[in-house]
């Protein structure tokens, strides 16, 4: 909810001395007006919530961002893999319209009691 993700857009594989995350490592490319972002180097735990879905460290996230023509409707398309959980791809696709309220920090903190984005 406060976790902070970063697409590196610089890059064209992770460091080979990455630490998994929950966020993962994100890297991104264009391709014409498509943001792609793929994502590894996951710390093993939950993909989805609300499908119980469950990852492990080897989960791999390929993600696909459009904007439409009137630059209010955020597309994404997504293909997760994960030989270790996954029998088959899961892809699916979401929209992010703009919100009527303004951002605030969730300030969540986990069970264990770490701070948020850890």
Do not use: K
Request: hydrophobic residues 35%.
């Amino acid at each position: 909810m406060d976790l902070v993700r970063v697409i590196h857009m610089d890059r064209r594989a992770p460091p080979s001395d990455v630490q998994p995350t929950r966020a993962g490592y994100s890297i991104g490319r264009w391709e014409g007006d498509t943001l792609v972002v793929e994502t590894t180097a996951f710390t093993p735990g939950v993909l989805n919530a609300d499908a119980r879905i469950l990852h492990g460290q080897r989960l791999r996230i390929v993600e696909r961002f459009q904007l439409d023509a009137t630059g209010t409707r955020l597309t994404r398309s997504f293909s997760a893999e994960d030989p270790e959980y996954f029998a088959d791809v899961w892809q699916g696709s979401d929209v992010v319209l703009p919100a009527d309220v303004a951002y605030e920090p969730y300030q969540c903190r986990d069970l264990e009691g770490a701070p948020a984005g850890r």
